[in-house]
């Protein structure tokens, strides 16, 4: 079964150096994917312009990874020093709901593009933390690279949840395939470029989860970069319902 999300559908939030595309908008209650894709429950892309900034504050413990696509930005969470992020580079912090964690472009003269992905982590106390890693476009040309895992495997992420995010750079007629195991699913976010899965064309922006099936294969129509989500069932009891993000410009000069 596939669950499509155009990019147009998802919420867009624009404000003075600030631009912001919520996949899940938990604030609409009409919308069907308000509580997330299972366990992924934030997938937000930003666009922020030189100098301006935002805080990111869950109501939730969240698994948050940041990825840094174009640009630089300075994290700073409630108990952490400063860290510096440039482009290719991926982050894993550990987000409770009493942390906030203020993302700034501190760039005079570019903008600073990022997505952010979070996840309700497994059962029991979030461990405090995070950890940040260089990804190099080599290293995921025309192959899905893992990116975060439970274990940490194959130079990844350890992250507190059983999911594993992948990202690849592809270029006009790759074709990739990814298995699926049984009682997981998988949400594809295309990042840059386009993709064709069967009759289903997806553009920039667009995503589409995949359930009840055995794998999940694309063929890039161009040079196209995807960010990959493989996730295990959620657990009924333990299903997050107010995983919503509240958001407000950063005030930092």
Same mark, same amino acid.
């Given at each position: 079964m596939l669950t +499509? /999300? /155009?990019?147009?559908?998802r919420h867009h939030i624009q404000n003075d150096g600030q631009n912001t595309w919520v996949t899940f908008d938990w604030g609409n209650k009409a919308d069907p994917l308000r509580d997330g894709f299972g366990v992924l429950k934030i997938l937000n892309e930003e666009t922020l312009s030189p100098g301006r900034g935002?805080? #990111?504050?869950?109501?939730? %413990?969240? +698994?948050? !990874?940041?990825?840094?696509? =174009?640009?630089? !930005? *300075?994290? @700073?969470?409630? #108990?952490e020093e400063p860290d510096f992020l440039e482009t290719k580079e991926f982050q894993r912090i550990n987000s409770t709901? %009493?942390? @906030?964690q203020y993302v700034f472009n501190p760039?005079?003269?570019? $903008?600073?593009?990022?997505?952010?992905?979070?996840?309700?982590?497994? =059962?029991? =106390? #979030? /461990?405090p933390g995070s950890l940040k890693k260089l990804f190099t476009h080599a290293e995921r040309q025309g192959i899905l690279k893992l990116i975060a895992s439970p274990d940490g495997r194959e130079g990844s992420l350890p992250i507190q949840q059983d999911v594993y995010m992948y990202s690849t750079y592809a270029h006009n007629g790759n074709h990739v395939v990814h298995e699926i195991t049984a009682g997981r699913t998988t949400w594809l976010?295309? +990042? @840059?470029g386009e993709v064709q899965m069967a009759d289903l064309h997806l553009k920039t922006? %667009?995503?589409?989860? +995949?359930? $009840?099936?055995?794998? *999940?294969?694309?063929? =890039?129509k161009g040079p196209t970069e995807i960010l990959l989500f493989d996730l295990c069932a959620p657990v009924p009891d333990k299903l997050t319902k107010n995983s919503d993000v509240n958001r407000q410009n950063a005030m930092m000069n």
């Open positions: +499509v /999300r /155009r990019s147009e559908e935002f805080i #990111l504050h869950t109501h939730n %413990d969240m +698994v948050v !990874v940041t990825y840094v696509q =174009a640009g630089m !930005v *300075i994290y @700073k969470g409630t #108990l709901p %009493d942390t @906030k760039s005079q003269s570019e $903008d600073a593009h990022v997505f952010q992905s979070g996840f309700t982590p497994q =059962a029991g =106390a #979030l /461990r976010h295309v +990042v @840059k922006g %667009d995503a589409v989860g +995949v359930s $009840d099936e055995r794998s *999940i294969s694309f063929t =890039a």
